[in-house]
């Protein structure tokens, strides 16, 4: 799924503004629009106990709690009180339509934490409910946007598509949406002629300009693909995610060392998102270096001590290189992370380790 990210601490539904994934790997993926917004102090949700109606002015107040976690960027708390209120108004779009913006931020914070499954779940749960928003009337593009990143999320990206075009063609986030979409579709015509159009209105958005350069990419021209990245970089010098797309088609130009020097000049607090050690990674390892992908990816584990699958990749990667002690203690550290979690054992067998060896 998408391997490219953008982030925006505060994300604001009402004012999307900025992308916030735009993930790594060889097909560029759709991403989140966010912007800063209000929101700094902590709201509380009114009480709604079990089993009993909710009068209109409760409804509204849950409704603006809702948005108000999702600006202080605690989905958590939003996804809580949406789930509670949709209990009690199943039929109620409004109620559904928030409740699929929740889960939709939730599942990229769990993707950003415990991988690509456990998200698809969350994302298939918010394409649900953003579905029975729009056939219950909320056909506006915001919705449809949300419901096209779920389905995108959940991996069904013909589904995804569709429900992009549906946002309408006079909405610029949409077309951007349906471009990225159709080049993960290995579309890359299409997505061209979208991109294109769009980037006529839009000459200095460094989001259009980076999708654009994947789609000069796959057309062989590798020269303006890397003049609209480094143009994107400018335009944005402190988005991830554009940095991650340029080391992405660097390393799939042959230009690997210099894919991998981009990235590890990040800063540390950047170098160790998930997004990024995965491209630093994959570098790595095209230059046969599977001790320092290791090193990434223990460096992501340290510093996330809940992403399960960093510590078994940097498991992984040690055993390649033959640093048997170090793939052995990152298979300590996944145990004792999550306890019984059959994607350990998974990998013991499959690195050849049993339980009680500390040796290759």
């Keep these: 799924m998408i391997p490219t990210v953008y982030e925006s601490p505060r994300p604001c539904w009402a004012d999307q503004a900025r992308l916030r994934r735009f993930l790594t790997a060889p097909m560029i993926v759709v991403v989140l629009l966010m912007s800063a917004c209000g929101g700094d102090t902590a709201p509380s949700s009114p009480p709604t106990p079990a089993g009993t109606t909710i009068s209109a002015a409760d409804r509204?107040?849950?409704?603006?709690?809702?948005?108000?976690?999702?600006?202080?960027?605690?989905?958590?708390n939003a996804?809580?009180?949406?789930?509670?209120?949709?209990?009690?108004?199943?039929?109620?779009?409004?109620?559904?339509?928030?409740?699929?913006?929740?889960?939709?931020?939730r599942s990229g914070e769990i993707r950003e934490a415990f991988g690509e499954t456990a998200a698809a779940a969350i994302a298939a749960d918010a394409a649900n409910a953003l579905k029975r928003a729009e056939d219950g009337g909320r056909v506006d593009a915001e919705t449809r946007r949300n419901l096209g990143l779920a389905l995108e999320g959940a991996g069904r990206l013909d589904a995804a598509i569709e429900a992009y075009r549906r946002?309408?063609?006079?909405d610029p986030i949409a077309r951007l949406y349906l471009g990225l979409a159709l080049l993960r579709a290995d579309r890359p015509e299409a997505a061209a002629g979208i991109l294109e159009s769009l980037a006529i209105t839009r000459p200095d958005d460094a989001f259009v300009l980076a999708a654009l350069a994947e789609t000069s990419f796959r057309s062989g021209d590798s020269e303006t693909a890397f003049e609209r990245l480094d143009a994107a970089v400018r335009l944005a010098p402190d988005e991830p995610g554009i940095r991650i797309r340029r080391a992405a088609l660097l390393r799939r130009a042959g230009r690997v060392r210099l894919a991998v020097e981009s990235l590890v000049a990040l800063p540390p607090e950047v170098r160790e998102r998930r997004d990024v050690?995965?491209?630093?990674?994959?570098?790595?390892?095209?230059?046969?270096?599977?001790?320092?992908?290791?090193?990434?990816?223990?460096?992501?584990?340290?510093?996330?001590?809940?992403?399960?699958?960093?510590?078994?990749?940097?498991?992984?990667?040690?055993?390649?290189?033959?640093?048997?002690?170090?793939?052995?203690?990152?298979?300590?550290?996944?145990?004792?992370?999550?306890?019984?979690?059959?994607?350990?054992?998974?990998?013991?067998?499959?690195?050849?380790?049993s339980p009680d060896r500390t040796g290759s």
């Excluded at 199943?90 to 913006?101: M, Q």
């Excluded at 946002?167 to 006079?170: D, I, M, Q, R």
Aim: with cysteine.
């Design 167 to 170: 946002a309408g063609s006079e």
């Design 60 to 76: 509204d107040a849950s409704l603006d709690a809702i948005e108000r976690w999702l600006a202080a960027g605690r989905a958590d």
């Design 79 to 105: 996804e809580t009180i949406a789930r509670s209120l949709s209990s009690r108004l199943p039929d109620d779009p409004v109620v559904d339509a928030a409740l699929g913006r929740a889960l939709l931020l």
């Design 277 to 353: 050690v995965q491209e630093l990674a994959a570098g790595w390892l095209a230059l046969d270096r599977p001790g320092d992908a290791g090193d990434a990816w223990a460096a992501r584990a340290r510093r996330a001590p809940e992403d399960l699958p960093a510590a078994i990749e940097a498991a992984r990667c040690f055993d390649a290189a033959g640093r048997v002690e170090d793939a052995e203690a990152w298979l300590r550290i996944a145990e004792d992370t999550a306890p019984g979690d059959p994607r350990v054992m998974e990998a013991r067998v499959e690195l050849g380790r």
